[in-house]
């Protein structure tokens, strides 16, 4: 598939809401006008949502829940909606790999394997009907003759998606709901909502039930209508810390449930026995697929102090052969940031690091040879403190720290001094060591030797960087609801 000259032929009802199975007009004119990453040009126009069309979108699910077919289906009648929507997403893997790297920079390659990866987080998800108890029989202690625990959904999910990773992050939210039994409304992000028109045709062509799923766009004072609304029994959101506090303080007035996938600023411990080179090399590596703007990111690398000047030389050089260009070209190595805003923000981290003493080894300008989009160069600094900014604050861009450490003690110590905890990797061959300091680092997920986050797990934060997880049998618990049934007598069919 080409290049288009913009994304209307590939989104088709860019200036509506999927609302109630239908695709309706907004209650106004406003429009989000979408801008491509790499050329700065205005790529798609799409309706912004306002109040009532957000309390439109709300009604609709409410109604699907307490009223609609869904919820009292078995989980096999909706896995067979969840495997047609895989299917669905793998034929369509072009168009999903046409957007993601127009709205945020992300490379080509990367956007269609992420795809195919997201198509298999629904059948995964499908798998589970069988095999998942959300009915189990237990004993009596207190009184009764037939005792039962029972999952039931949480009801209507308000799933509210950043613009970095719209596609991976809808899917780690939409499947687990819908086996459940939940319906949802679906907030996408004003920069990048491509992906999500994307999966609400999906929905339409495959006969999801009316108000299953409703896809609206909106800012965040219509998204705060979404999370206030007592209508709306759980809120799913993934993206900055600061914005997590504030839906969580909004939950908390109501006692909403909430799941908070946050920020990170995720630490590479390599120990004394580790290849510094190689160690190096696989770290600066993960950074550049989508450009550093991934919570996940291992972007503090702790290293023993005798190997800091070798591992922050080796990083410097790896960024030093990468082409930054066009996300599109096979030749680019990194693209562009997704927003002018973002790469202002990344330079500003840079003069900060500069001037609390860290030293620049490669990177923080913007390519010379390239006079439009959000590009700037990959960045690594040596010497850095840990209790700086650049090591403490997240920058989501492709920024690397290389903090020196005196002992493994020490290491731990500081990949643990923060207010985040989302993820980390050891790098050891010696797998008992790296179990060892697994153990010791608060982080909700330790790889071993590269950068690892398994959504067919559990992904998710320790600290500030989140509440609850998403992914697997872990990401599933988070749409239910435990109710205990204890009876005088055994029911029919058991």
């Not at 009802?13 to 239908?22: A, C, L, N, S, V």
């Not at 127009?102 to 069988?130: F, K, N, P």
């Not at 997920?445 to 690892?452: D, E, K, S």
């Amino acid at each position: 598939m080409t290049v288009t000259a913009d994304l209307t032929t590939v989104v088709k009802h860019p200036k509506r809401f999927y609302i109630g199975g239908e695709w309706v007009l907004p209650s106004t004119s406003a429009t989000f006008e979408v801008v491509e990453s790499a050329t700065e040009e205005v790529i798609l126009s799409v309706a912004e949502a306002r109040e009532g069309d957000m309390a439109r979108a709300i009604t609709a699910a409410r109604l699907a829940f307490d009223e609609g077919p869904w919820p009292r289906m078995s989980h096999t009648e909706r896995a067979g909606y969840l495997r047609a929507m895989a299917t669905a997403i793998r034929d369509r893997r072009a168009e999903f790999a046409q957007i993601w790297p127009r709205e945020a920079g992300v490379l080509h390659g990367i956007a269609g394997y992420v795809s195919t990866m997201a198509a298999g987080m629904y059948d995964q998800y499908a798998g589970y009907a069988d095999t998942y108890a959300f009915e189990q029989l237990v004993e009596p202690t207190s009184g009764g003759q037939f005792g039962l625990l029972v999952r039931e959904p949480v009801g209507v999910v308000g799933a509210i998606i950043p613009w970095n990773a719209p596609l991976t992050l809808i899917s780690s939210k939409l499947p687990p709901a819908l086996l459940a039994g939940c319906t949802v409304v679906l907030k996408l992000s004003p920069e990048a909502p491509g992906e999500g028109y994307l999966l609400a045709e999906i929905a339409e062509a495959i006969g999801l039930p009316p108000g299953v799923l409703n896809v609206v766009t909106a800012e965040r004072e219509v998204s705060e209508q979404l999370v206030r609304d007592p209508r709306i029994d759980k809120i799913s959101f993934t993206g900055s810390t600061a914005a997590g506090r504030r839906i969580a303080s909004l939950c908390g007035d109501r006692i909403a449930r909430c799941t908070l996938e946050l920020g990170g600023k995720s630490a590479a411990v390599i120990l004394d026995d580790a290849d510094p080179v190689s160690a190096a090399r696989t770290v600066a590596t993960a950074e550049l697929g989508i450009t550093g703007q991934a919570c996940l990111s291992l972007t503090r690398v702790i290293v023993p102090r005798e190997h800091h000047d070798e591992v922050a030389e080796a990083i410097a050089a790896v960024f030093a052969q990468v082409r930054v260009g066009d996300p599109f070209d096979p030749a680019s190595g990194i693209g562009p940031l997704a927003l002018e805003r973002q790469r202002d923000r990344v330079e500003g981290y840079i003069a900060k690091g500069i001037g609390e003493g860290a030293t620049l080894m490669h990177g923080g300008q913007r390519p010379k040879h390239l006079d439009r989009g959000w590009f700037i160069e990959p960045t690594v600094f040596s010497n850095v403190q840990n209790s700086s900014t650049i090591a403490q604050e997240e920058i989501f861009g492709p920024v690397l720290s290389v903090i020196p450490a005196d002992s493994e003690d020490h290491a731990i110590a500081m990949a643990n001094d923060t207010i985040y905890g989302l993820n980390a990797s050891v790098f050891t061959p010696d797998a008992t060591r790296a179990r060892r300091v697994a153990a010791r680092l608060r982080s909700g997920t330790v790889g071993h030797n590269a950068l690892r986050a398994d959504l067919g797990i559990g992904v998710g934060g320790f600290k500030q960087s989140g509440l609850g997880r998403e992914g697997g049998t872990e990401g599933l618990l988070s749409y239910l609801e435990s109710k205990t049934v204890i009876l005088d007598g055994v029911p029919a069919g058991y």
